[in-house]
């Protein structure tokens, strides 16, 4: 606002200024043509200059006063825009703080809405929700009962598969030690028979053992299949 | 005299398995000799010094009473029948405590014929752990009748623990 007033006021003085020169111009163009009448112009030019002059005068004295007046105006306006900026800022201040505030109710007054609204649906869930539950818990009570009876029987049977399952690995462990044993038995027997009867054994005992084990297999049949 | 007859010949001197062995690698020496340079002639003459006296002798008298020819083919024949038959003779093994004397073998060996009613070829193998006695295997039967298996026998009945 302040600078469209600055502009206009600027534009008066030029336009101002140019009539005055247009005028000055236009007055020395009319002396020289009636140059005849030149000494009675010379008088009325004088009188023209004069009074020209007195019009310059006063044409500047209007000038700056209408500049005077123009920036005089110009402080006012921005006064003006300056105090109406300062209500304006004051006024949307006000506004917001109001639109907060009216904000801020709205919203705790929805929030209280849906905190009670949600209160109320969790209260009627919860009473559902017990009422199913009990009836669920009545309806397993039974099988509960069967299952709980069950459960001494099941673990008698149960410890009676792994007691079972721990002889089976004991005599498991059992026979392999003894096979174990026995093997260093035979050993320890093996050896001591070697080194006493193999050596007292002689050749000629030798061979009556082998025909007798081959007597002992003849009894035994173990030459039928050849001959069948 | 047939044909087993014949061959018989050529084996009743057999006692044992490593005596077998030898004969097979004398048919398989005459096998090898029946097309070698001179073939067409009588075969004893050409393989004296590649094979046993023995050997030698029974076929010289397969060749003196016509049971084999000069003839290549016929040749072959014979050798490879006697092949089969002397792979086909059935073994008896025996597993003993000691290494038995050639007079022992044959004693053995006559026994297990005569008891068998024919030939038998003992395939002996020593195993001192067996202490005395023999383990004896035939045609599929096992008899244990060592000291060593009476041994591991008492000890495995006996309940240690």
Not at chain 1, 87 to 100: D, H, N, P, S, Y
Not at chain 1, 169 to 198: F, M, P
Not at chain 1, 206 to 221: F, I, P, R, S
Not at chain 2, 150 to 159: D, F, H, M, T
Request: hydrophobic share 40%; glycine share 6%.
């Amino acid at each position: 606002m302040t600078e469209i007033v600055l502009i206009v006021s600027l534009l008066l003085n030029i336009l101002m200024v140019v009539v005055v020169s247009y005028l000055v111009y236009k007055g020395d163009q009319i002396l020289s043509e009636f140059q005849p009448f030149l000494k009675q112009g010379e008088q009325a030019r004088q009188a023209v200059g004069k009074k020209a002059n007195e019009v310059l005068a006063r044409t500047i004295g209007m000038s700056s006063e209408l500049i005077k007046n123009s920036v005089d105006e110009s402080k006012r306006n921005m006064k003006i825009s300056e105090e109406f900026r300062a209500e304006i800022e004051g006024k949307m201040r006000a506004g917001v703080e109001q639109t907060l505030t009216d904000s801020r109710k709205v919203f705790q007054n929805q929030s209280k809405d849906i905190i009670s609204t949600y209160q109320t649906m969790f209260s009627v869930l919860n009473r559902e929700v017990s009422s199913q539950t009990k009836k669920k818990v009545e309806e397993l009570i039974p099988d509960l009962q069967k299952q709980l009876e069950q459960v001494p029987r099941m673990v008698e049977e149960k410890l009676g598969q792994e007691l079972s399952r721990v002889d089976r690995q004991v005599e498991a462990y059992k026979q392999e030690k003894l096979k174990q044993v026995d093997s260093q038995i035979y050993q320890v027997v093996n050896d001591v028979a070697r080194a006493t009867i193999g050596r007292s054994v002689d050749i000629s005992a030798h061979e009556e053992l082998v025909m007798e084990a081959l007597e002992k297999a003849k009894k035994e049949n173990i030459f039928e299949a050849r001959t069948a | 005299m047939n044909q087993n007859e014949l061959f018989e010949k050529f084996t009743v001197e057999l006692k044992n398995k490593e005596q077998l062995i030898i004969l097979l690698d004398e048919i398989e020496t005459a096998l090898q000799f029946i097309y070698k340079e001179g073939g067409g002639q009588l075969i004893s003459a050409r393989l004296e010094g590649h094979v046993s006296e023995g050997f030698l002798a029974n076929l010289e008298w397969a060749e003196k009473n016509g049971y084999v020819t000069s003839e290549l083919e016929a040749q072959k024949d014979f050798f490879n029948q006697l092949k089969k038959f002397a792979q086909g003779l059935p073994l008896c093994k025996l597993v003993l405590a000691f290494s038995p004397k050639p007079d022992f073998l044959s004693k053995i060996s006559d026994w297990v014929n005569k008891e068998a009613g024919k030939r038998i070829i003992l395939d002996i193998y020593t195993d001192e752990n067996i202490l005395a006695g023999a383990i004896i295997e035939f045609e599929g039967n096992y008899r244990d009748l060592s000291f060593g298996g009476q041994l591991s026998e008492v000890i495995s009945k006996r309940s240690l623990i």
